[in-house]
Nanobody, 115 residues
Framework: QVQLVESGGGLVQPGGSLRLSCAAP????????MAWYRQAPGKQREVVASITHGGDTTYKRSVKGRFTISKDNTKNTMYLQMNSLKPEDTAVYYC?????????WGQGTQVTVSS
């Protein structure tokens, strides 16, 4: 079964940094735009950042300038570098295709920003 595996989350103080990783099928990176999503308690899952198979990136306005999405096609891995973290960034972070067809969701990785 196709699997998405997210890692790299943790507890960090406001202003701190984390780097998330997403292992995905190689065909995803070469064919589809990929995205990082997040879901905070009681809220809907939202797209945080996306990257096309050609490398073009887009960001949610609230994270622009603080987060950087990237990928390494040779490792079938996508990254999200998160700097200047804020308490409102607290959520479970997931990766997946940006659009249909979505893959089965992974377990996500918890990011908690708190002092």
């Amino acid at each position: 079964q196709v699997q998405l595996v997210e890692s790299g989350g943790g507890l960090v103080q406001p202003g701190g940094s984390l780097r998330l990783s997403c292992a995905a099928p190689g065909s995803s990176f070469s064919t589809y735009a990929m995205a990082w999503y997040r879901q905070a308690p009681g809220k809907q899952r939202e797209v945080v950042a996306s990257i096309t198979h050609g490398g073009d990136t887009t960001y949610k306005r609230s994270v622009k300038g603080r987060f950087t999405i990237s990928k390494d096609n040779t490792k079938n891995t996508m990254y999200l570098q998160m700097n200047s973290l804020k308490p409102e960034d607290t959520a479970v972070y997931y990766c997946n295709h940006l659009q249909w067809p979505l893959l089965p969701w992974g377990q996500g990785t918890q990011v908690t920003v708190s002092s």
